[in-house]
């Protein structure tokens, strides 16, 4: 076929309507003619007409044949297919419904996997040439092959020979407080080699980027690039803001332009909101003298992509780095004694060097169960469609008796379970597309540490992912099914009456399949309950402060650039100002709260033990707090006082202590008025407190030190409220009242008690997200396992409809067949129960770490899951039991 | 043993038609139809409507293109011309039929 003729033909298809019209027209002239030559020749007008058409041939036939010759006879064959499909499954909105979701289920899970997978091993750098990037990292040792970063000084040393590589560069995340029009955001940067942009190719929006040899020296002109979406995010988008200065940390620094539109789709989970020249990174980060990132050799902060030259494969490319390695190893044997290169394509290094193999492994293991569970949910579509397909059984053998071939029937059929995919497909997308959308949410609630914004978009490539997936879901689903229909001899079948040869085989894989997915519905259902019930107990816990009622906020004015009297300044005048809102009972400062992902800790010993010289000296939670911490988050002072205005820097140094503490160092002596050491300062002990949870929620109680925070003044420190107030409603005001005591410092993660302790890693959140992931797939799980029950029930049902007809002719009463269905169901469903009894507890056993005072047997959980899904069993073969009962024994019969 | 019109041989009827085009100009389907049986005179058992998948076929191919006009009886038909495609088609069939006659004649003559 040549391929003006398959346009011609392709869009015959769409124009058949008016082709046949034409068609028509064109015949109805020819035989007009034709009439009137024969009237010439003498013929009565009606003997005319019946000479024409005779003379024309079979005129029906011809159409056909003009038809199939101008059309692509398959896609004409395809149209029919799937409209007899939709028609068919109209017509049995049950088993439509069911396989529908069923498949929906699979493929919602491979679309969320697929789509996150896509984000961190697929979706190609949007720079030039991305295939060429390869991460460079050096582990610590040979053995252990896990990249990581690099130091700055060791990168000089590999940039000076790079045959195999165009040039390497190298980034590091940085996070500073951003001043600009007297407001002051927290971001998160990178801080890049002079050549980053250059080699990987980007463009700016406006202004110009980074160039090489720019501010390689203290003392250069500060700059700083913008990423398009922060500068559209921050200042509108306004061209003017290139050349103007904001502040960063507390220093001058000149935007100088703003990155392509498209390289904000670059990065994996860390999203930068700006580049600095790497050069600057020390002052930006605040870090002291002496752990430069740019003098240490054993500083392994950097994260380090090379680009290959053209044709230059990336083992020719580890070969050539390889020599740098070596006499780095021979010339600075204290850091690089053990080192070892790690050379791996950029892909296989997301979203970090470091954590990337771990990722790759995570994904495609995530991917492999993904797959895993769309093979599942097929299997139990081919259960209903053999289920379908056994009463259907007729219908088949007709349209073979009355002509049709064996692959039309099979495409038929096939074509049916396709359409069944792709309806599944359709309720599939939005579903993945809001998890994922959740899914992201919950990576980006994290500020204390970076910006985490992982893109997990429905792009192109996952959506034909998805699409190829859905059609062989749809394959597989119907292939077995569709052969065995059409197979079927249709002289047997039609004699039989329906009731056609069902393989037992294929039946004990259907009974394993229900089996296996009540068993594992159970065992998730088990998990998700113990977490519930850990969840209850866990905020029971005596947390050792009173939660209700408290809003916090956290700030870090030394990210503003301001020293230990700057902060304390800040933190008295912001507490001031917090404590005349209305409603205010009490505010204090501390270092840390419990449960915060930002916490501390110091070497804590007895003057009379200090810690032996060869080892490191023991730690110890630690915090600083001001006088009015303990009375503002309800923590009684058991002996002793609280700290006072007085316990300044000048002061003796002083500290309260918990119980745990007090009694470990002086059991049943009292412990005010003893001193301890801590990070070699002595202090006195002036308060005892009871002990609290500090780190978890499920910690074993554990020593802690408090010091007064005006004699050690810390570099960020959270704000403790607490009022009469609703503290939701409290929290937009603090938020304001604080951002107005200084612009220049940045105010975040503002939320009350309970939302801190529900998100925080330490606190709820390990149960809740236990509890909802386990219950989610559990439903899941319950959904496919009650799909397969009733598909197979149904199944049976269908091809014992004869003989249950023939017992009910004979008098057999209509409950007993009902037990009789039921009791098959049962079999099964208990079966199930008890593989998935034993099997969760097996993983209650792994998951024990994370139960909080339940045990992983506890006997009402496994009852009431258990309970549960029997019901849903029974519920689900009912249906189908029910219309054996009500067979009626004389259409049954007349089928014969 | 010769009876008197016989089926249309494979493939011929597309050439007919080519012929027809090039010699007559543009005609419809009923012109087409009537002066092939003219030309065949009898000898040919022609269905007229098996025209019309032909005339799909060469159209397809390109060799002839098709226009709405108005036949002698002042209704609307459609007429068949012959492309430039067409005509070159239609030189190479012409010459690989005679080769075919002459060839099968030598064979029919030399065994009778």
């Not at chain 1, 950029?346 to 060097?353: F, G, K, Q, S, V």
């Not at chain 1, 085989?505 to 259902?525: D, K, N, T, W, Y």
């Not at chain 1, 500090?694 to 003044?713: G, H, I, K, T």
């Not at chain 1, 607490?722 to 409603?729: A, D, M, N, Y």
């Amino acid at each position: 076929m040549t391929r003006r003729s398959i346009v011609l033909r392709a869009s015959a298809f769409f124009r058949r309507r008016s082709l046949d019209a034409a068609l028509d027209e064109e015949v109805r002239g020819h035989l007009d003619l034709l009439a009137g030559e024969y009237e010439r020749r003498g013929l009565s007008p009606e003997e005319a007409r019946l000479a024409a058409r005779r003379a024309f041939g079979g005129i029906e036939q011809m159409k056909e044949t003009h038809r199939d010759g101008r059309g692509l006879r398959w896609l004409d064959d395809a149209w029919r297919d799937i409209y007899q499909a939709l028609r068919s499954l109209r017509r049995a909105p049950v088993f439509t419904g069911a396989a529908i979701l069923t498949l929906a289920v699979g493929l919602t899970a491979v679309t969320g996997i697929f789509a996150v997978l896509n984000a961190f091993m697929l979706r190609a750098m949007p720079v030039s040439h991305p295939e060429q990037l390869v991460s460079i990292g050096t582990a610590p040792d040979k053995h252990v092959q896990i990249p990581h970063g690099m130091s700055f000084v060791d990168l000089q040393d590999y940039r000076k020979d790079h045959a195999a590589f165009e040039d390497l560069l190298a980034y590091s995340v940085a996070i500073g407080a951003l001043n600009s029009d007297n407001t002051t955001e927290r971001i998160t940067m990178y801080g890049v080699t002079d050549n980053y942009f250059s080699l990987l190719g980007v463009q700016p929006a406006i202004g110009r980027l980074i160039q090489p040899d720019e501010g390689r020296a203290r003392g250069d002109a500060a700059v700083i690039v913008l990423t398009h979406e922060y500068w559209l995010a921050r200042f509108g988008g306004d061209p003017s803001i290139v050349g103007r200065t904001v502040r960063l940390t507390g220093r001058p620094f000149t935007v100088i332009g703003v990155t392509a539109k498209s390289f904000d789709k670059a990065h994996t989970l860390i999203y930068p909101s700006a580049y600095v020249p790497l050069w600057m990174y020390d002052d930006v980060m605040n870090v002291p003298a002496g752990e430069s990132v740019l003098q240490r050799r054993d500083n392994h902060q950097l994260w380090v992509l090379g680009r290959l030259n053209p044709g230059v494969t990336l083992t020719q490319g580890r070969a050539s780095l390889e020599v740098t390695t070596a006499a780095l190893a021979r010339e600075y044997p204290a850091t690089n004694k053990d080192s070892a290169l790690v050379v791996v394509p950029e892909m296989h290094a997301r979203p970090n060097p470091n954590i990337g193999p771990v990722f790759r492994i995570a994904g495609i293991a995530f991917g492999a169960l993904a797959v895993l569970l769309l093979l599942i949910t097929s299997a139990n579509v081919t259960s209903l469609l053999m289920a379908r397909a056994a009463s259907r059984e007729r219908e088949v053998s007709l349209r073979a008796a009355l002509g049709a071939g064996r692959s039309r029937l099979v495409r038929q059929l096939l074509t049916e379970s396709v359409v069944l995919a792709l309806f599944a497909g359709v309720v599939a997308l939005p579903v993945a597309a809001i998890a994922l959308r959740n899914f992201e949410h919950g990576f980006a609630t994290s500020t204390a540490i970076a910006t985490l914004r992982p893109d997990f978009s429905l792009d192109p490539r996952v959506l034909v992912g998805v699409l190829a997936l859905t059609l062989v879901a749809g394959l597989v689903s119907g292939l077995a099914p569709a052969f065995t229909a059409a197979r079927s001899d249709l002289n047997v079948s039609l004699k039989a009456g329906g009731r056609g040869a069902s393989s037992e085989p294929r039946a004990f894989f259907r009974s394993a399949l229900v089996v296996g997915q009540v068993a594992l519905s159970l065992m998730l259902l088990v998990s998700g309950g113990l977490f519930v019930r850990s969840l209850d107990h866990v905020r029971q816990v005596e947390l050792g402060f009173d939660p209700r009622n408290l809003v916090v906020s956290s700030a870090v004015p030394s990210e503003s650039g301001y020293d230990a009297e700057q902060r304390s300044t800040y933190f008295t005048n912001a507490r001031q100002r917090i404590l005349a809102l209305p409603g205010v009972e009490n505010a204090g400062w501390a270092q840390w709260i419990p449960m915060a992902t930002v916490s501390d800790g110091a070497s804590v010993w007895l003057e009379s033990t200090p810690p032996r010289s060869d080892e490191p000296p023991p730690t110890t939670a630690a915090t600083r707090v001001d006088p009015s911490y303990f009375a503002a988050a309800s923590i009684p002072i058991l002996e002793g006082r609280a700290f006072t205005e007085r316990d300044d820097a000048d002061a003796m140094p002083v500290a309260i202590v918990n119980q745990t503490l007090a009694n470990q160092f002086w059991p049943k002596q009292g412990a005010i008025g003893r001193s301890f050491v801590i990070d070699g300062t002595s202090v006195q002990v002036v308060g005892v407190v009871p002990n609290g949870k500090y780190y978890f929620v499920w910690e074993s109680p554990r020593p802690m030190v408090f010091r007064p925070l005006a004699q050690n003044m810390p570099l960020r420190a959270t704000l403790v409220v607490r009022s009469t107030r609703q503290p939701s409603e409290l929290m937009g005001e603090i938020q304001r009242v604080l951002r107005g005591v200084d612009p220049a410092v940045f105010v975040y993660d503002v939320r009350t008690m309970d939302q801190h302790l529900a998100s925080e890693g330490g606190g709820f959140a390990a149960f809740s997200i236990g509890a909802m992931v386990t219950s989610v797939f559990g439903a899941a799980g319950v959904l496919l396992a009650a799909i397969g029950l009733y598909g197979m029930i149904a199944g049976r049902v269908a091809l014992r409809t004869k003989e249950f007809g023939v017992r009910i002719a004979l008098g057999a009463n209509r409950p007993a067949i009902l037990r009789d269905v039921l009791g098959r169901a049962a079999r099964l469903a208990s079966i199930g129960i008890v593989a998935g009894a034993v099997l969760a507890a097996f993983a209650a056993r792994g998951l024990s770490a994370l139960l909080l005072d339940v045990s992983p047997f506890d006997p009402l959980t496994y009852v009431v899951v258990s309970l549960f899904l029997v019901c849903v069993c029974l519920f689900a073969s009912f249906i189908p039991a029910r219309r054996a009962m009500r067979v009626d024994p004389i259409v049954a019969l007349r089928a014969e | 043993m010769s009876p008197p019109s016989s089926a249309v041989p494979y493939g011929a009827l597309d050439l007919m038609v080519l012929k027809t085009l090039d010699t007559m100009g543009a005609q419809h389907g009923y012109g087409i139809a009537r002066r092939i049986e003219q030309m065949a005179e009898g000898m040919l058992a022609l269905n007229q409507g098996t025209i019309y998948p032909a005339l799909l076929r060469l159209e397809q191919k390109g060799w002839i293109v098709s226009d709405w006009g108005t036949s002698e009886n002042n209704r609307r038909a459609r007429f068949y011309s012959i492309t430039r495609a067409g005509r070159k088609q239609l030189a190479i069939e012409a010459d690989l039929w005679s080769k075919t006659v002459a060839m099968m004649s030598r064979m029919l003559g030399e065994s009778s």
